[in-house]
């Protein structure tokens, strides 16, 4: 049989195959070196930081950095105190034409801090622990690993509501974001024309950045039940109950 990571991949996958297709998601433990903080990754002490990651080689149009940039301009007039998206590349250099447009839009957005930087896995565990909220306004995701690492490092996440991160993420451990899900008008390879994808609500993206924001509280609120649903959840203990269980359940064990 297969093993798939999310509900939606095992829905996608069991649409075709000819044999059990089983929901066993990932382990989600991203460890946080010491001594790494915000004055090592040239971040302010004293702002909001909303965090973004992506591989630009990881079809950008899916990854949807340009949405986000967009919902945060309009959100930056209504912070109550002072608030910056950082926005982390990698293979930037092998994208060009991404790269020459991020540079383009982070400038239009303002108050976007872009980091095109090689960073080893510690450091970029690092970043995600320093920041405020991590933010993705994806049009799909196989599993959502950057999302589910930031809820497991207890910063709340505003993501587009739809596909994999659906999995983990409710109106209470985070915020969802409204979508529509949409044709594709064009060919982003491997994704074709005629295909379908997730186009969030940017207005109710800035909302919920206004909210996080100007509500300490609630921002607080919803990092730590995002932190404890992952934990619970997600942890090599849960995951190898249910991988034991389904072996169990084969006559394997």
Same mark, same amino acid.
């Given at each position: 049989?297969?093993? /798939?990571?999310?509900? %939606?991949? *095992?829905? +996608?996958v069991?649409? @075709?195959?000819?044999?059990?297709?089983? &929901?066993? !998601?990932?382990?989600?433990?991203?460890?946080?070196p010491?001594?790494?903080?915000?004055?090592?990754?040239?971040?302010p002490?004293?702002?909001?930081?909303?965090?973004?990651?992506?591989?630009?080689?990881?079809?950008?149009?899916?990854?949807?950095?340009?949405?986000?940039?967009?919902?945060?301009?309009? /959100?930056?007039?209504? %912070?109550? *105190?002072? +608030?910056?998206?950082? @926005?982390?590349?990698?293979?930037?250099? &092998?994208? !060009?034409?991404?790269?020459t447009?991020?540079?383009?839009?982070?400038?239009?957005?303002?108050?976007?801090?872009?980091?095109?930087?090689?960073?080893r896995?510690?450091?970029?565990?690092?970043?995600?622990?320093?920041?405020?909220?991590?933010?993705?306004?994806?049009?799909?995701?196989?599993?959502?690993?950057?999302?589910?690492?930031?809820?497991?490092?207890?910063?709340?996440?505003?993501?587009?509501?739809?596909?994999?991160?659906?999995?983990?993420?409710?109106?209470?451990?985070?915020?969802?974001?409204?979508?529509?899900?949409?044709?594709?008008?064009?060919?982003?390879?491997?994704?074709?024309?005629?295909?379908?994808?997730?186009?969030?609500?940017?207005d109710?993206?800035?909302?919920?950045?206004?909210?996080?924001?100007?509500?300490?509280?609630t921002?607080a609120?919803?990092?730590?039940?995002?932190?404890a649903?992952?934990?619970?959840?997600?942890?090599?203990?849960?995951?190898?109950?249910?991988?034991?269980?389904?072996?169990?359940?084969?006559?394997?064990?």
């Open positions: 049989e297969v093993w /798939a990571p999310s509900s %939606f991949v *095992r829905d +996608a069991a649409e @075709v195959a000819r044999i059990p297709v089983t &929901r066993i !998601p990932y382990c989600v433990a991203p460890a946080v010491p001594g790494v903080g915000r004055p090592e990754l040239g971040l002490a004293d702002e909001f930081v909303f965090l973004f990651v992506f591989d630009a080689l990881s079809v950008t149009e899916r990854k949807n950095p340009w949405g986000l940039l967009e919902a945060f301009r309009r /959100a930056r007039t209504a %912070f109550q *105190r002072p +608030a910056r998206l950082v @926005v982390k590349v990698s293979n930037a250099e &092998r994208a !060009p034409a991404t790269q447009r991020l540079h383009r839009e982070c400038e239009r957005a303002g108050g976007v801090q872009l980091l095109d930087t090689y960073l896995r510690p450091e970029l565990n690092a970043l995600f622990n320093a920041c405020d909220s991590y933010v993705s306004l994806h049009r799909a995701e196989g599993f959502g690993f950057t999302l589910a690492e930031a809820m497991y490092l207890g910063k709340p996440v505003i993501a587009t509501g739809w596909s994999s991160n659906m999995d983990f993420m409710t109106a209470w451990n985070s915020c969802p974001v409204r979508c529509r899900v949409v044709e594709l008008a064009e060919d982003h390879p491997p994704y074709a024309r005629g295909q379908r994808w997730a186009d969030p609500d940017l109710d993206a800035a909302k919920c950045m206004v909210r996080l924001v100007n509500e300490p509280d921002c609120r919803i990092g730590a039940a995002g932190a649903h992952i934990r619970e959840h997600f942890s090599a203990a849960a995951v190898g109950a249910l991988i034991r269980k389904r072996l169990a359940a084969l006559g394997r064990i």
